[in-house]
Each structure stands twice: as C-alpha cells, then as structure tokens.
C-alpha cells in the first residue's frame, strides 16, 4: 500500500506542476520580454482582486513588488501570474544576523503561499549599493545567502531565483558605454556579490531611466535618443558600435562594467524603467505626450526581442514603471506619475492597454483559466478514482489470499 500511496502522490504532483505551465516544465524568472512593477505608495489605488483583472486584461504575465504583501500574494494565486516578491531595505539587517530569520520569513511569505501563487523570484533589497545607508552595502551579501539557503533548505532554488536590484549609482562613468565601470567605494561589496550571483546563476539586475539621464543633462542628450526616436544617436569609439536609443546604451554600459570585473557571461535584466506623464516646473520633460510615447516605443523594441549593440544574442528584458500613479510616494512631483494606469483603473494614456472595465480580452481571458483549471481538476478526480478502484482491488485480493 505505501508504493500505491507513492504512486498516487506523484501523479498529482505531477499534474500540479503541468497545471502551472502547460507550455513547459522548466520554471522561469521571466517570461518573453515585458514585465511591469506593482508599487502601491498610495491610499487611492485599486485593490489586488481588481490590479490582477486589470494585468491579465493587458496580458502583462511578469509583475515585481516591492514587499511579500498577503493580499497581494493572495489575490495573485491561481492566476497564471508571474511574481518577483521582495525583500524590503529595512529588513536586510534581521535577513543578514540571522539564517533562522531568514527562515520564518521564506515559510510565512513563500510557502504559504506557493505554487498556487506563481513566485518566480526574491529580490533582496532595492538599490542598497550606492545608496545613501552605508551600513546596508556591508549586510546585503550576507542576506542574500541568507534568503538563498532558507529556499535550498525547502528544495526551491531550482524555481525560485534570488537577486536584488542597483540603480546607475554604482556606476563610475557610463558614457561611453565602453568605458563603464563600477564606483571604487562599493567594488569591495559589489565582488563578492556578483561572485555568488554567478554560482547561482542569477543576472544582474539593473534600474535604468533614460528619463532621468536626459534630466539631468537636457542641453548635452537629445530626447529623441531618450524616447526611442528617430536620431543620429551616438558611436562609441573604443567598442566600435553604434546606438539609436539611450536604454541600449545603459544596459550595454552595465555589461561593460560586468566585463571589466570578470563577469562577462552574466545577463543583464531592466528591473525597473519608465517615464513621468507629470513633474515639477523644472521637470519640463515629464508630459503626458513623452511618457506615452516612451513606453510605447519601449513596447516595440522589447516586442522585437533583439539584443543590444554589444551583446546582440542576449534578448532585452525589462519591467516597466509602474502599474500606477503612486500619489503617497516622496520627492518631487514625477516621483507620483510614472504609472501606465491611473488611480481609479483608468490609463493615464494610450499605449495599447484597456482600463479597469469589462472586456472580450478579459473574458476570453478569464475563460482560459478557468477552462485549464477545469481540466486539471477533472484529470486529479480521475485519478483519485483511478488509484481507489486499484486500492479496492488490491485489497480484495489481499483479503482473498488472507482467507
């Protein structure tokens, strides 16, 4: 009976892992090329329930927040998709003293809650390196390794991948992208870390805003290189390369910096980028008319699934900021308009994407869910009846030969 029970065991296992992707058995962090960050600074936004028909509608399967949020979590299972959770900066200190508090954290925010809810990875931390709190750069490490070994322990690094996210601080000098190096003062905390990220296989995760660049340097950056339009765009010399638009640029930078440390084979991914549609007076840039025209052209060039200048074969993937307008967040007025959708559901302009309201899409949607859902629950019935009836009969004729 123990080997029918192993049996019985396997087989809804095994259907459980078909019923999470019907496409393929092999879990991954990112799927295609668009993603989207769910940031939620804000006391007007719809609810998780409402922010899920509003993705799946959109058809927008990658989603990154910034924290393990139950009712995120919650509203997410059984919905095809895909979430990076993450560990917020001001737990990095607990996550690095203690492995058994990295422990807790992984059973309460993962395995309550997977498989049901699609958690594709972990990102600890957000922009420590560079950051304005030091004493963060020297705990990072140590609670990456951490969040890694409380996943090994429960046998799920294989599908669950552990990273963490730098801003263009840590950066010496990226133009030309060439040149691009790492800050002295973080290269003794960056090492290291990159080291373990290649052992695990992890890329680098890199927040890149061409929006802010061309900010900071209006008179020197044509925005038409910024805004994916048409431009002379740059050449840079020493790589012998031509660029048309200022991403390439930035991911090809950070590839240069990866390189110069010994890093070469290790994949870059946009975790973070975008556009404000609204600024301050001195943000003349963020109008609605840039910021649409921005993520629409970012929607193409990632829908070609090309490479860049210098690493032509490794397909751009990057997460879009953000679902949102976030009217709580801090610093200037642009900080609270980078979202593709407006509070109350609605978009904030036009790039392709249906607002919070019912749609063929999402119905068509909602019934392909629904259908697979269907079908998994009808093939576990079967074998629930399948393995009975062999109980049943094993038994009878175990009884038989007892007699």
């Keep these: 009976m123990k080997s029918l029970r192993f049996f019985y065991l396997f087989l809804r296992v095994f259907f459980i892992v078909y019923a999470m992707n019907v496409e393929s058995l092999t ?66 200190r607990d996550m690095n003293a203690s492995e058994d508090h990295a422990l807790s954290w992984v059973k309460e925010n993962v395995l309550s809650f997977f498989p049901d809810t699609h958690i594709r990875g972990i990102a600890v931390g957000n922009e ?80 890149a805003y061409p929006f802010l660049d061309y900010m900071g340097n209006p008179e020197n950056i044509d925005i ?29 930078a950070a590839y240069a910096a990866l390189e110069n440390s010994g890093f070469k084979k290790m994949e870059v991914i946009v975790t ?18 840039n910021a649409r025209t921005f993520n629409y052209n970012l929607r193409k060039r990632l829908a070609k699934k090309k490479g860049t200048p210098l690493r032509p074969k490794n397909v751009v993937k990057a997460y879009v900021f953000a679902v949102f307008n976030e009217n709580q967040k801090p610093g200037p007025t642009s900080e609270r308009n980078f979202g593709l959708f407006k509070a109350d559901g609605s978009i904030s302009y036009d790039i392709g994407f249906k607002g919070l309201k019912s749609s063929a899409t999402s119905s068509i949607l909602s019934w392909k869910q629904n259908s697979r859902a269907g079908l998994v629950c009808f093939l576990l019935l079967g074998i629930d009846g399948l393995c009975n009836s062999v109980a049943s009969v094993f038994k009878n004729v175990t009884n038989q030969r007892l007699l």
């Design 224 to 252: 038409n290189y910024a805004l994916f339009q048409k431009t002379p765009g740059i050449y840079d010399e020493q790589a012998k390369l031509h660029y048309d638009n200022m991403l390439d640029a930035q991911i090809d």
């Design 272 to 289: 973070e980028t975008g556009w404000a549609s609204r600024g301050d007076e001195s943000e003349a840039a963020a109008t609605t008319a």
């Design 128 to 207: 420590v390196l560079g950051g304005g709190d030091q004493e963060l750069w020297g705990v990072l490490l140590g609670a990456v390794k951490n969040v890694y070994k409380a996943l090994d322990k429960f046998h799920l690094t294989d599908m669950i991948q552990v990273s963490t996210a730098h801003s263009q601080a840590v950066f010496a000098n990226s133009y030309p992208p060439s040149s691009c190096i790492f800050n002295q003062n973080i290269v003794q905390y960056m090492k290291p870390l990159l080291e373990f990220f290649s052992q695990i296989h992890s890329p680098y995760c890199l927040n």
């Design 27 to 92: 879990v991954q962090a990112f799927t295609g090329t668009y993603g989207i960050n769910y940031g939620r600074l804000a006391d007007n936004i719809p609810s998780p329930d409402e922010v899920v028909t509003l993705l799946r509608a959109a058809k927008i399967k990658n989603v990154r927040i910034y924290d393990a949020d139950h009712s995120v979590l919650k509203a997410f299972g059984n919905t095809g998709l895909e979430l990076v959770i993450g560990v917020p900066n001001g737990n990095l």
